[in-house]
């Protein structure tokens, strides 16, 4: 059994959505489980719908419906004329769902979290509905699973946790390895013990794919891109960017947390868990090794550069912390009793330096640090990640970072605790540079990182 994930640009038309055939055909013989995200643009295109109704945009919310629908029609189109009308009436039963969702919240003057997890999760289900007709029409003897009935979340909508006991029942009932088998389902979304309809996190496909690949203990779980694999920093930034053939699962996880997109943050866990391998390839260039995450990878010294941006960073100062002890503990559970993340730490004798996600609301988190000391806060801060394992080993691997930010200022230093990270909190305009000169310093054909796929 393998589990293959294609991204929104691996399914954004007809002749991509052909392409996914193409792959998976070649590898269907232990059962395969499909997993699709939503059309490239489509899910941003059902916030934008949510976020429509929320400001009583009538007219808006009109259009962009109309716009969706008229976008998975002209897909409709283009695949093969004897799948078209199984394609149709897969997305016209979700599309009047939609609406139904649309016009009771415009008449209640409200989009709570749980309706709009509701009209977000439609994207996966249109893209499916039309993958599965596609797959029927081409020969495959395939089957559409409801990933609502297979993963099961607590009810945190917008970001739901897995509750894992419940959905490794549902999948191991669900899906029996059958030789040769293809299920088609979609990522992203799963729902509550009571059957509402739930969505992982922008991005989810990726976990739905981990999640299943653990439960149905997977020979190995492929994400399929629009990029050759994971790469020594994001190529749309840095065009020299080279794949990186084979990352170990703590190198991956570390680079999906500090913002390498390609791979969503909690993809790696369960994976790491049930000792999957999972590999990073790209669907429009299927005969390209890609990359390889396993425990086993090898290779030391820097992998990659990530940058996020969104960050905001704290800096708790007080004389009172001079030779005391409990302060940091305090400090922490303030951020704890917030429930707010935090990622990057850097402390001195008087004073407490943090970064947090920048979406937080943060007054009151405030007024409760300030009880302790001042606080300075810096928006619109981002974080410049190097990951590898054994930087440390290679003596002048401070100074060659170091030297290659001059002219950078850098606001706080933290090497991470994995000691497989040096992060850099950076201001967010100078990210870009700041990837850029570090990733020529080590990765050029004269830098002694240079990867050789
Ligand atoms: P998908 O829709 O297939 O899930 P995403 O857009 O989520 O694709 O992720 C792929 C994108 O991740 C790439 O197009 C690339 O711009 C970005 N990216 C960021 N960092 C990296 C990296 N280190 N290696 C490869 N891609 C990266
Ligand atoms: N469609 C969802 C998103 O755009 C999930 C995914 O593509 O992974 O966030
Ligand atoms: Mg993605």
Known sequence: MVVFKFGGTSVQDAPAMEQVFKICSKHLSGGLVLVSSAM??????????????????????????????????????????????????????????????VKGSFLLGECSARVADAIWASGELLSTAILHALSQGLGFQSKLLDARKLIVTDENFGSANVIWDLTSQAILNQIAPKNPSLWIVQGFIGSTVQGVTTTLGRGGSDYSASILGACLNAQRIEIWTDVDGIMT?????????????????????????F???VVHPATIQPAVESGIPVWVKNTKRPELPGTLVTSSAQGTGLRAIAGRKGVMMMTVTSSRMLMAYGFLKRIFSIFDHFKTSVDLVATSEVSVSVTINETHDVKALLQALEELGSVRVENSVAIVSLVGQGLWKQETFLERAFQALRGIPVLLVSMGSSEINLSMVVREQDLDKAVEKVHAEFFTPTGDNLVHP
């Open 259 to 261: 913002g390498a997109k």
């Open 40 to 101: 490239a643009g489509v899910t941003n295109q059902l916030v934008a719908l949510t976020d429509a109704i929320q400001k009583d945009q009538r007219v808006l919310a009109d259009s962009i419906l109309k716009a969706l629908e008229n976008q998975h029609k002209t897909v409709i189109g283009h695949i093969p004329q004897q799948a078209r009308n199984q394609a149709l009436e897969g997305i016209s039963a979700v599309f009047s769902d939609i609406r139904t969702l």
């Open 233 to 257: 920093t994001d190529p749309r930034k840095v065009p020299s960017a080279q794949t990186i053939p084979e990352l170990t699962y703590a190198e991956a996880a570390e680079l999906a947390f």
